[in-house]
């Protein structure tokens, strides 16, 4: 079945670059998210891509495409403590109508 | 593992009517739980943070008297979608946290499909 697989931790230093990554099944999957939960909050939307791009930038936020390969990374530019989050990486499928969600990654920031 | 249910899983109601659903965590108590609305062929996108005993809080662009929410218990959350109309039409998705140790892991609810026609 479908599946989505991220690293669970990451620790960076204040100023320095975040990339998490994140790996999918589903080679029809229309659109790949980024979602960023904070403590005690619900999930946030922070990006996505469409399947046909290969890179989307967002201010601080750079999300990388590799299709062949079913690759994606989200990259934080100058992290700052407050990017301190669990970032989930999610798909769709199914014609858009269905989730699948990784098991997130924990980002520290270390002052 | 840990359960979130929601009640009923679909409906289809008149344009003007309300309708509530129900959102439930079965072996665990959550003070607070997420709504969250997906359109179609869209992502979730979260709604409110419902909060056990208080106010729920709203994102943004979202009408509070539109959608009520009520934390009844440590285990259900309602929302309620008043005078509905068909661009309300949706699937909404409740999830709930349960804390282990010192994080939180998050349960989604099945979601519950609303046609308004």
């Known amino acids: 079945g479908e599946d989505v697989e991220q690293s669970l931790f990451l620790s960076v230093r204040e100023g320095d670059s975040s990339v998490i990554n994140c790996t999918y099944t589903?080679?029809?999957?229309?659109?790949l998210y980024w979602y960023k939960q904070e403590p005690g909050a619900g999930l946030q939307l922070l990006t996505y891509?469409?399947?046909?791009?290969d890179m989307k930038q967002d201010q601080r936020l750079t999300v990388l495409l590799n299709k062949k390969d079913k690759h994606l990374s989200l990259r934080i530019a100058d992290t700052q403590t407050g990017d301190s989050a669990i970032y989930f990486c999610?798909?769709?499928f199914g014609g858009g109508q269905n989730f699948v969600f990784g098991p997130g990654t924990r980002l520290s920031v270390l002052p | 593992g840990a359960v979130v249910s929601q009640h009923p899983s679909w409906v289809i109601c008149k344009s003007g009517t309300s309708v509530k659903i129900e959102c439930r965590s079965l072996?665990?108590?959550?003070?607070?739980m997420f709504w969250y609305r997906q359109f179609p062929k869209q992502s979730l996108m979260l709604m409110a943070t419902?909060?056990?005993?208080?106010?729920?809080?709203?994102e943004q662009g979202v009408e509070k008297d539109k959608f009520l929410i009520n934390h009844a218990s440590l285990t259900l959350s309602t929302l309620t979608v008043t005078s509905a109309h068909p661009e309300d039409s949706s699937f909404y998705i409740c999830?709930?946290?349960?804390?282990?140790?010192?994080?939180?892991?998050?349960?989604f609810g099945p979601g519950t499909r609303l046609t308004v026609l």
């Open positions: 891509i469409f399947s046909n791009m």
């Open positions: 589903d080679s029809s999957s229309t659109y």
């Open positions: 072996d665990f108590q959550a003070t607070t």
């Open positions: 999610a798909e769709t």
């Open positions: 419902s909060n056990e005993g208080s106010k729920a809080t709203y």
């Open positions: 999830s709930a946290p349960r804390t282990s140790g010192l994080s939180d892991e998050q349960f």
